[in-house]
């Protein structure tokens, strides 16, 4: 069996879906990416060990405002190492967080204590996806700079609203 040759840009890895799945490929594909497809339904083993609470995990993050707002990020460390960053924004007025741009020019708090993993990861290549799904998706109710989202191939944008 003959390795390709062909090198690619960026990696995608796409959920499967019958039919769907390969034309969105084809067309990514043009733009030189490199596809790979993930199960929808993978195996689910009983665990018989205690679940990691939401602290403990990594992914896609959801932290909320008291003003019903909310802010979508990523991390690949444990939720409440990242949060501390996040508090500590807020305790310096450092504007480089959207969470201490908002609780600063409003005068509003966020509630850590109540943030969550929303979207656990199999690799560290879905986060940049999955985030995009979940800011594009809730956008209307984020404090979230949109203009800074990692890249979201134009075809998904299409699927998620329609």
């Keep these: 069996m003959e390795k390709s040759s062909k090198s690619f840009k960026n990696l995608v890895v796409l959920p499967f879906y019958p039919k769907v ?5 084809k067309i990514l594909k043009s733009f030189n990416f490199g596809i790979v497809f993930s199960p929808i339904n993978k195996v689910q083993f009983t665990n018989l060990k205690d679940p990691i609470d939401s602290f403990n995990s990594w992914g896609i993050y959801k932290i909320s405002c008291q003003c019903g ?9 444990a939720l409440r190492n ?6 500590y924004y807020v305790k310096n007025q450092d ?3 959207a969470i201490s741009k908002h609780s600063w020019t409003f005068n509003h708090n966020f509630k850590f204590s109540s943030a969550e993993v929303i ?6 290549f879905d986060l940049d996806f999955w985030e995009s799904y979940h800011i594009l998706k809730n956008s209307s109710n984020l404090v979230n700079d949109l203009s800074s989202i990692p890249y979201f ?6 699927l998620i609203f329609f």
Excluded: M
């Design 95 to 97: 504007y480089r967080s």
């Design 21 to 25: 799945s390969f034309q969105i490929a």
């Design 153 to 158: 191939p134009d075809i998904w944008k299409y």
């Design 119 to 124: 979207q656990k990861c199999a690799s560290n």
């Design 82 to 87: 990242r949060l501390k960053e996040h508090a």
């Design 69 to 77: 707002l909310s802010y979508i990020g990523q991390t690949k460390r």
